[in-house]
């Protein structure tokens, strides 16, 4: 919870600020009984008037400020619980933002947004509650106890049993809903992760006629989010009883003790009025304490759920303060890579090595899962290799600002990402200061221009949600056009060009020479692969042959069986 209550630090004064006026609340509410014992004995059973009215008055007065400080408290504690809330959700993006893949793939997507979202709403609620009402309960019944002694002590003495019984009930239920609500949270992450998927995954439902099963999947995983929060809220639900048996068998006391007290002439009646009626405001703040436990426990599993995410991510990617205008001329050297995903996981990649020269195209075959994605994955550093190093330039990638080298880079990933906007934007979301000839240029290269002018907003066209409304092959080239657009130094194609024809591909290869860059595309066409400079053949991680398409015809009985399974075993 440290770390989570940390971030209201910057908003110390609106705390302050809303504690004074809380305590003024507090104050207030505890003053009026012994207000009202003096009205009674010194006024009622004296049969004085001006002390009623005086009291009265006093009684009005009082009340009229803590009603005033309750409105101006509410104000700072939302102040406090809003920002606090911005700022954690904040620091939780920019983490998520610069963490390695390595430590982000420790949790799933859909959690995630929950610990931004719901978890965070949480603590947001939790200060603005703390601060309006969570510190007075205990204060108050701190205070009534205290004024209570103060009144009447042996009438008191009841308290003296009754309040320690409560605070144990009290932490062995705040102990209980806490892991009772952490288990609400993973539910919740449950039910979310697998509406995620339905909504993505809409068509493949219903062209698989799946929608039964995924009825089902989802039906199971929300039953199992009723019952655990059923669960969690029976248990705060037995508090409240439990708090007001106490307190109204302490009340009963009084009275008893009390009539006895009064004959013997040990107590007055505005006496036992009072302590009967911070009884029952003790009663009062009890309710609201048993609605603070449950707040709290939901409170202290959300922040765990944040700190994890505050503390797993490394803020590994540090922007740095290189020249922005430091370009990389993109000579690539592996020498002996492996890389395994996790420290448990087989290595995809095993002591590969091979250099491009600054300029060249180079195509990447092997079957799939042979390690061609996690290779070109190493050069953005989304990943950091275990052994062997990579040199750009001559220069370890580790030690290149990072900046500096993916700025130097143009990454088309395999599946393509397309934000919601207009074409325009999603083109020059590579180099957000390109005019429209850049981005004309772009389009032109990637083949997509004539596509583009013949929709009826053009280049404004917006697009659907991760782009619905334009075909797989259409998708790819805005996308290849996001990244020739950066005019990068390195161009990286992860099969980017699959859902293309042979002639356009054809024609993107060809405008790609307009573009001097390194270029490592990966395909799984041989017609592709035999226009580039070089082929690497990769398989089960290892850098099984290099050369051109001729030499590899020749020396590579892999390369041969390939090009005989796409052209026929004539060819
Ligand atoms: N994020 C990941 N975490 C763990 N393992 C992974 C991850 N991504 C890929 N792998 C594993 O690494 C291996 C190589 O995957 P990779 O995507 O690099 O292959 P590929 O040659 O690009 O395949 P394809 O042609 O099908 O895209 C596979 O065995 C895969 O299961």
């Not at 939901?298 to 922040?303: E, G, L, M, Q, V």
């Not at 950091?384 to 990579?390: F, L, R, S, V």
Request: glycine content about 6%; hydrophobic content about 45%.
């Amino acid at each position: 919870m440290r770390t989570v209550f940390s971030y209201l630090k910057p908003y110390r004064l609106a705390v302050y600020v809303a504690l004074f006026l809380m305590l003024v609340e507090l104050a207030v509410e505890l003053t009026a009984p012994l207000i009202l014992a003096r009205i009674i004995d010194d006024g009622v059973v004296a049969g004085d008037l001006n002390v009623v009215i005086f009291w009265g008055i006093i009684l009005m007065a009082s009340s009229l400020v803590a009603f005033l400080a309750g409105i101006v408290n509410s104000f700072y504690a939302a102040h406090a619980g809003q920002s606090t809330g911005l700022d954690l959700r904040g620091a939780m993006f920019r983490r998520i933002q610069l963490s390695s893949f390595a430590k982000l793939e420790d949790f799933a997507t859909s959690s995630l947004i929950m610990r931004l979202t719901n978890d965070v709403t949480q603590i947001q609620n939790t200060v603005f509650m703390g601060l309006r009402i969570m510190m007075r309960a205990p204060l108050l019944i701190i205070g009534g106890v205290v004024l209570s002694f103060f009144i009447n002590a042996r009438l008191a003495l009841v308290f003296a049993v009754v309040i320690p019984l409560l605070v144990l009930t009290i932490t062995i239920l705040m102990k209980k809903g806490a892991l009772s609500f952490g288990w609400v949270q993973r539910r919740l992450d449950q039910v979310n992760h697998v509406t995620r998927e339905n909504l993505m995954a809409m068509k493949l439902v219903k062209a698989f006629v799946r929608r039964g099963h995924e009825a089902k999947r989802f039906v199971t995983n929300n039953t199992q989010l009723k019952d655990q929060t059923v669960k969690a809220l029976r248990l705060m639900e037995i508090t409240q009883p439990v708090l007001l048996l106490l307190m109204n068998g302490s009340i009963v006391a009084v009275l008893w003790f009390g009539s006895f007290q009064l004959n013997t002439g040990n107590a007055q009646v505005g006496e036992i009025v009072a302590i009967v009626n911070y009884a029952t405001r003790i009663m009062g703040a009890l309710t609201v304490l048993s609605m603070i436990i449950m707040f709290l426990s939901r409170a202290k599993a959300s922040a765990e759920r944040i700190e994890e995410v505050l503390t797993t991510c490394d803020a590994d990617e540090m922007v740095t303060d290189a020249n922005p205008e430091t370009y990389l001329r993109g000579n690539i050297k592996f020498d002996h890579v492996s890389f395994s995903y996790g420290k448990t996981e087989q290595e995809v990649l095993r002591k590969v090595s091979f250099n491009i020269s600054s300029g060249q195209t180079i195509a990447i075959l092997g079957a799939t899962g042979s390690g061609k994605s996690s290779l070109l994955q190493l050069l953005p550093r989304l990943y950091t290799p275990q052994e062997g190093m990579i040199r750009i330039d001559d220069v370890d990638i580790q030690e290149l600002d990072l900046k500096v080298l993916r700025e130097s880079i143009g990454y088309v990933s395999q599946q393509t990402m397309l934000f919601s906007g207009t074409i325009r934007e999603n083109i020059s979301w590579g180099k957000p200061e390109a005019n429209l000839n850049e981005i004309v240029r772009a389009a032109d290269a990637a083949q997509i221009h004539e596509t583009i002018q013949k929709l009826p907003d053009g280049y404004e066209t917006r697009i659907g949600q991760r782009g619905v409304n334009l075909s797989g092959g259409q998708k790819q080239r805005i996308a290849i056009a996001r990244a020739l657009i950066r005019e990068p130094q390195i161009l990286l194609l992860d099969d980017s060009t699959s859902a293309l024809d042979n002639r356009t591909e054809a024609a993107f290869l060809r405008a790609l020479e307009q573009y001097p860059c390194t270029t490592i595309l990966i395909t799984q066409k041989l017609s592709t692969a035999a226009s580039t400079d070089r082929i690497l053949l990769l398989e089960h991680g290892e850098l099984l042959a290099e050369g051109s398409h001729e030499e590899l015809l020749s020396n590579s009985t892999f390369y041969q069986e390939l090009y005989s399974s796409q052209y026929g075993k004539e060819a």
